[in-house]
């Protein structure tokens, strides 16, 4: 049983999910939310309760956070009083493995590295199922002598695979290219399931054909029979993937790189919020078309 203490901040559909494969595979959990009440599920199984993103960092060996955006991650780890960089000294390890800006990773692990501790940036590939499977993708950036002290904890939280992407920043650049290839992928399988309808082939029809070509990725597939089933529970809500969005457009606007396409879709996702569905999945964007 492993008795190392790691902390998880942030308790949202993934990062509840993750002190829970924590906590089953025998680590002496941490845990901080800013809401008491979604944590009480794994205080009951265990976990740890503090106060404070430092309280967190200050009573473990590794520190995660999943949270949701550059604006509450920055107020986790950088809160003059209360962040989690207060509690980190340079036996410790930091990990980001929310999906953020890159240039704000790379400003967090400078600051992390004047502290002397170690930082790694691992978003993941995969959503609740995933999570509760252990079939995550990890997407590390960092020094390859870190992760390799982390990489088992990574697993144990729910990655099957940990690909080393590079330097700090370079794993979520990976990752946000890999949300915004998704998201592009499910706007154009619904636009096009939208048109084809127009003529009486329905999405279902549609979609039996599409799944015996090679033509789609397993997600859009996926992602093609939910649309089919009418099925928009929140696994990837439009919300989470417009946010994704501009921060691929940021990203691309700081490193002068040309993205028409990921620009132009991103316009619908925000369609799709005005329009009232920004809790709902990503797949909801089929009846702008249908």
Known sequence: ???????????????????????????????????????????????????????????SEVVISMVTDNVVSRQVWLASETGAILGLTPDKIAIEMSTLTVTWVR????????????FVDAPVVGSRPQAEAGKLIALAGGQTETLAQVKETLMDAGAAIVHHIGTVGQGMALKLAVNALFGIQVA??????????????????TMACLDDLPVLSLAAKAAGSLMVAQNHAPLFPIDL????????????????????????????????ISQGHGNENITRIVQLFV
């Open 188 to 205: 154009a399988l619904a636009e096009l399931l939208g048109m084809l309808s127009r003529d009486g082939i329905s999405p279902a029809a």
């Open 241 to 272: 993937v417009e946010k994704d969005f501009r921060y691929v457009t940021q990203t691309a606007q700081d490193w002068k790189s040309m993205i028409p396409t990921s620009a132009a879709v991103m316009d619908i996702y925000q369609t799709a």
């Open 107 to 118: 400003e967090l692990g400078a600051a992390i590295a004047q502290r002397g501790a170690g």
């Open 1 to 59: 049983m492993n008795r190392k203490t790691v902390a998880v901040i942030g308790l949202g559909a993934m990062g509840s999910r993750i002190a829970q494969n924590l906590l089953k595979a025998g680590y002496l959990v941490v845990i901080h939310n800013r809401t008491v009440e979604k944590a009480q599920p794994l205080i009951d199984q265990g976990a740890i309760f503090v106060t404070s993103p430092r309280a967190a960092a200050e009573q």
